[in-house]
């Protein structure tokens, strides 16, 4: 992790502040952002069996909870120990199998598990070295072919590798260079179109990139005053195709789908210390990690301002420290 971003990740909650300004592009009406209770009408809840995994950064680990867990609860699974090789793991991913992916913050690697693993254990396979690339990296995904990215923050470049790869390997794909206007890439989603978005906390933005390989302009640019953008973190995608962004300076801003330009946000949920995950169940759960406030919040889909959370995993059983990137899988 670099300095501006331990900074970042140590310093008190940031006032919020303006966005940037004179961006032009789309335009949304505003909505007011007014509190919201918990509402479940026509959704269902999660099935016991789904477990929610989170990075948990300052313990080292990988842990699991069930979907439905909720007050000072053990982890189901833990990942942790000298065996594990993790190392600030600060990024999580999960393939179609199950597979866990880490992201080795302070080791430019990327850790595999099975998707059993549980306590001290041997990773499967190890991605990492001069060939592939790796950098500092807060932000891995797994696309629909298998294939994993990468952000590389203090590069400034985003990396793709072949499903299955492990090793020194190289990438088979590189975004990166000015045409891309990349500035700390972290947290990256894929909407229903094969475009990849990452959060590009370095101007406060989100870009989508479609194909291509090297120095290119992205598709969409979402950016702006009207936005509300400050530190982008996280990102994900919910069923009806909106754009959900863990901001570690606001909360999570959820953007309509299509969004694009200096556009303002359809819904806010507030009132976390660094929002720095955040995941939507089949039906539209909102799942948010706290980093600093060391906790994992569910919220119904329709949350808005100071929304009370449906559920809240929090406490010392949860071993929560430095809670990440969020993903779901049975």
Known sequence: MSVSMLYRRCAPA????????????????????????PSDAGLTQPAGGIRIFSANRDNGSVLAFHAIASGNVAPVD?????????????????????NIYAANDGGKQVAVFASTANG????????????????????????????????????????????????????????GGNKTQLSTPLGMAMDASGRLFVANEGSSSILAFAGGNGNFA????????????????????????????????????????????????????????????????????IYVADFSGNS?????G??????????TIYGSKTTLNGANYLALHP
């Open 78 to 98: 833990t990942i942790a120990g000298s065996n594990t090789r993790l190392s600030d793991p600060d990024a999580l991913a999960l393939d179609a199998s199950g």
């Open 218 to 285: 992205p598709v969409v640019s979402i950016g702006g005053s009207n936005t509300g953008l400050i530190s982008p973190f996280a990102i994900a995608f919910d069923s009806n195709g909106r754009l959900l962004v863990a901001d570690e300076s606001v909360g999570v801003l959820v953007f309509a789908k299509g969004a694009n330009g200096n556009v303002t946000p359809v819904a806010k949920i507030i009132g976390f210390s660094y929002a720095a995950g955040v995941v939507a169940d089949a039906q539209n759960h």
């Open 296 to 300: 994992i919040k569910e919220f119904a």
């Open 120 to 175: 001290n254990v041997k990773p499967t396979g190890m991605i990492g070295g001069s060939k592939s690339h790796l950098g500092p990296t807060e932000g891995i995904f797994i696309d629909p072919s298998g294939h994993l990215w990468a952000t590389n923050y203090s590069g400034n470049a985003i990396a793709e590798y072949a499903a299955g790869a492990r090793g020194n390997v190289m990438p088979i794909t590189t975004i």
């Open 14 to 37: 940031l006032a919020l502040v303006a966005g940037l300004a004179g961006c032009s592009g789309q335009q949304v009406t505003p909505s007011a952002f007014v509190p919201t209770a």
């Open 302 to 311: 329709n949350a808005n301002g100071h929304a009370t959370p449906i559920r």
